[in-house]
């Protein structure tokens, strides 16, 4: 099912070094400041590598994980304060319109009209912004359907993503008509986790409170913000 792998570029091993770091660092500065200290040291190499490289034509992250996790509104925060263009998750405009009732072949519809809203936004824009992406509509039709869809899966597979910011379900569950899984987000949660590791795909797990989500985020992005192209 995952035998569909994409090689990293540089740029991608870099930035995962990056990441790697600064988590190591703040894990460290609670207990050996002088050890966390040289890891932040060791991060700063890495990120002049990374500016030393040209290839990076756009941005484009995507906020994923279970239902009630911050995803929407972490997007949006971080879309507004760097530019990006927002891509809504289209599953709720889709729902909306009818009622919030689906069938089987209404997520294969609200896969085209996902990747849709990520084309064009690609084509006129430097960089996105995207809250979920096909991720979410292959673990839910796996999940409704029992199985997913392989061509969705490969194009999935092959999209070119910067990094995925994978949201904790550590939030309290808030009721919403278009919600369905209260009780086992931690499950659906590893689904995600188990994906996007066999996918080789980067991302970063964000955890605790939304303002904490907000400020890891902004430290994954110090790269990106650096190499990327006014979106004038």
Request: hydrophobic letters at 35%; a negative charge.
């Amino acid at each position: 099912m995952f035998n569909i792998f994409k090689r990293k570029s540089e740029k991608e091993k870099l930035m995962e070094m990056y990441a790697q770091l600064m988590e190591e660092s703040y894990l460290l500065s609670k207990t050996n400041r002088a050890a966390s200290d040289v890891k932040v040291n060791e991060a700063m190499e890495i990120l002049a590598k990374i500016e030393t490289l040209t290839d990076l034509l756009s941005v484009k992250i995507v906020f994923t994980g279970p239902e009630c996790t911050g995803k929407t509104s972490i997007a949006q925060i971080i879309g507004q304060r760097y530019d990006f263009y927002f891509i809504p998750e289209m599953a709720r405009a889709y729902l909306d319109l009818r009622h919030n009732t689906y069938n089987e072949q209404s997520l294969y519809e609200i896969a085209l009209l996902q990747l849709w809203e990520e084309k064009t936004g690609m084509e006129n824009h430097h960089s996105l912004c995207c809250d979920t992406d096909l991720l979410t509509i292959l673990i839910w039709q796996n999940e409704k359907y029992g199985y997913s869809d392989q061509d969705l899966m490969k194009k999935w597979l092959k999209s070119t993503v910067d990094m995925f910011f994978l949201c904790s379900p550590d939030f309290p569950w808030e009721y919403d008509s278009q919600r369905e899984n209260p009780e086992d987000r931690q499950r659906l949660y590893n689904i995600y986790h188990d994906m996007l590791t066999q996918s080789n795909h980067p991302f970063h797990i964000l955890k605790g409170p939304l303002e904490q989500r907000i400020l890891d985020v902004e430290e994954i992005l110090t790269p990106f913000i650096l190499l990327a192209p006014n979106n004038d």
